[in-house]
């Protein structure tokens, strides 16, 4: 094997091997700044080697990994997200007391974990990847040792322990009846018309209820509000967008071969979570008085929007699907971002109240604020719309009517509690509590998503081109 | 029967004895009201603080040691026993394993998780406590 050969392999590598180098060097030398200044470099060395990579893809490695250019389309987006996450992540933890360079290394692995999710190609590294994401986001979740981070880690822990035994028992149905755990290979069997009993669909909804949690697709979704209000907000930010997007990528590659529309009731089950989540999530948020509780419903409902796509399979909903995740990771990353850097020492801003007259105070932030969640809402010239309109094509075009009926809904309702933010913003406001500054590194992160929501909205040209050629070159 | 009745009295004579000292004592003995006559312990001293006490068993250290000499075990001898079969490409990749195994080890010790109740800082912080409880 020589380096050409290891070089699709290195972006998922990169940010494991930083991960243990920091660990040494902590070992030795305790350095916030020298930490973050590490963890940033393996990431944005691990995005560089991105087009690099593409040249050798698609490759085969063994059975178990399959970097193909969508798999490192996903893995880019992940390192980016992460690269943003680490930037939030500066500032954030600077004011906090105790050991914060761990974060880091935790980043990493769990970056490393989603990053092996996009290229899995059998359950064995799907289920590797999963628990190196899970577990790293364990500690992550409880990173500040308060009752409410306490609170979010063990619901965490438990809830996705054991949505973790479903997928597992769903894999092994699987392999009973058809004694392989390639997704491929399941695929192709089931084509030729192997013989499948009650099992194969049994297996299939019990992993979709592995991948329903960690996309907190309603009814899975109890946990979401309770962990984004008590984990960090840098972790909130990862956990909504890198875990997530990770699964969707291994869910995609695993589903979408075994061609959903031709089993019945698989294809109901997941239009029935979609369309719930999309319902569910948008009426949920409308009353929450936490601005972290209403980005956690905000969220199921987006994954809802996306799942739908998993129903069609098309080229087309692949594209849409990953464009829109795009879109979502850039929109969720700095409406998040911009939570971290108002989190004040003691507690976080997170009441809506708490937001109160922010133009006033920090308008630059509250601008960032305001487009991100106008994006979230899917309004016109930002990320949201452009790729909101991409999902209803590629829906209409695989004629899910109700999914995308759904999907109108549930978009008209969040207009209204994402607005009602955006007025508290602008609200007039008597005492003002003292304005902080913004360590630069948050500021960066959230200045380039706002260019980039700005300029996926406006012109989506060229990423769509470069979406169509990378699911061309897989096909 | 007729070789029990020498225990019949043993067991008699020795009740008679417990019963009589106890009767004998109440009756002729001293009493005290002392502050810490009702405690549990009777030493006479008052306890000072509740004996529910956190001990640090930090079980998270035993996993990881756990993980790190236990599981490599487990891992590198199922190395060991394919190690012709997987050759140079087995070799690299126990390698591997075991560097990260081991960086997570000058980690934990370099943390202090080696020194069982002994590090400097510890040992500081041990004494004051001890001195405020009058034990150690």
Same mark, same amino acid.
């Given at each position: ?64 990994? $399959?970097? *193909? ?22 500032? =954030? ?62 619901? =965490? ?84 967008? $890198? ?11 695993? !589903? $979408? ?66 464009? =829109? ?16 850097? !108002? ?10 109240? *708490? ?62 509690? =994402? ?11 008597? *005492? ?17 998503? $706002? ?25 | ?23 004998? &004592? ?31 068993? %930090? ?58 109740? /002994? ?9 004051? /406590?001890? %001195?405020?409880?009058? &034990? /150690?």
């Amino acid at each position: 094997m020589t380096f050409r050969d290891l070089l699709p392999l290195l972006p998922l590598m990169l940010p494991a091997l930083t991960a243990v180098a920091i660990l040494l060097l902590l070992a030795f030398h305790r350095s916030h700044r020298l930490t973050a200044w590490l963890a940033a470099g393996g990431l944005a060395a691990a995005l560089l080697l991105i087009p690099f990579a593409c040249e050798g893809a698609p490759r085969r490695f063994g059975a178990l990994l $399959v970097v *193909d250019g969508c798999a490192l389309f996903y893995t880019g987006i992940i390192m980016a997200a992460a690269l943003a996450v680490a930037a939030f992540s500066y500032g =954030y933890l600077a004011r906090r007391r105790g050991h914060v360079e761990e974060f880091y290394v935790l980043l990493l692995l769990a970056t490393t974990g989603g990053a092996v999710l996009t290229a899995s190609s059998h359950f064995a590294t799907f289920f590797l990847g999963l628990e190196v994401l899970t577990v790293a986001l364990y500690t992550l979740i409880a990173y500040e040792r308060g009752a409410f981070g306490i609170e979010a880690g063990v619901k =965490y822990l438990v809830l996705a322990a054991v949505s973790t035994a479903a997928l597992l028992f769903g894999v092994a149905l699987i392999y009973a009846e058809l004694g392989t755990m390639e997704f491929s290979k399941i695929a192709s069997l089931l084509d030729a018309g192997a013989p499948v009993s009650l099992l194969m669909p049994a297996g299939v909804a019990l992993i979709l209820v592995g991948v329903g949690f960690k996309l907190a697709l309603t009814p899975f979704h109890l946990w979401a509000p309770d962990v984004y209000q008590g984990a960090p907000a840098p972790t909130a930010a990862f956990l909504s967008t $890198v875990s997530k997007g990770a699964v969707f990528a291994a869910a995609m590659r695993y !589903l $979408v071969p075994l061609d959903l529309p031709s089993h019945r009731s698989l294809w109901l089950a997941v239009a029935a979570l979609a369309v719930v989540s999309m319902l569910a999530g948008n009426l949920l948020a409308l009353r929450q008085g936490n601005i972290r509780r209403v980005l956690a419903y905000s969220s199921i409902a987006h994954m809802g929007y996306l799942a739908a796509m998993l129903l069609t399979g098309s080229p087309l909903a692949t594209a849409a699907a990953m464009f =829109y995740l795009l879109a979502y990771f850039v929109t969720s990353l700095g409406a998040w971002g911009v939570i971290a850097a !108002l989190s004040e020492k003691e507690g976080d801003a997170e009441r809506i109240e *708490d937001y109160r007259g922010l133009a006033g105070r920090h308008p630059w932030l509250a601008g960032a604020l305001t487009l991100m969640l106008l994006s979230l809402a899917g309004m016109p010239l930002t990320a949201g719309f452009i790729s909101k309109f991409f999902l209803l094509t590629a829906g209409v075009e695989g004629r899910l009517w109700a999914p995308m009926a759904a999907l109108l809904l549930g978009s008209a309702i969040g207009i209204f509690y =994402y607005v009602r933010i955006i007025a508290m913003l602008f609200a007039p406001q008597e *005492d003002a509590p003292p304005v902080r500054a913004t360590h630069w590194a948050a500021g960066a992160a959230i200045g380039a998503l $706002v260019l980039l929501l700005i300029a996926l909205g406006v012109y989506p040209a060229p990423v769509l081109a470069i979406i169509q050629s990378l699911i061309a070159a897989s096909s | 029967m007729a070789t029990l009745w020498p225990l019949a009295v043993y067991l008699g004579a020795t009740l008679a004895i417990v019963a009589g000292i106890v009767t004998l &004592s109440y009756l002729l003995g001293e009493r005290h009201e002392g502050k810490a006559r009702g405690e549990p312990y009777e030493s006479g001293i008052l306890q000072t603080t509740s004996a529910r006490l956190r001990v640090s068993a %930090k079980f998270y250290l035993v996993a990881m040691f756990f993980v790190i000499f236990d599981v490599e075990t487990a891992f590198v001898l199922a190395w060991a026993v394919s190690f012709r079969a997987t050759g140079w490409a087995g070799y690299a990749a126990a390698m591997i394993f075991i560097g990260i195994l081991l960086v997570a080890l000058v980690y934990l010790w370099r943390a202090g998780a080696l020194d069982w109740g /002994t590090s400097p800082n510890r040992k500081r912080s041990c004494n004051e /406590t001890g %001195k405020q409880n009058g &034990s /150690t």
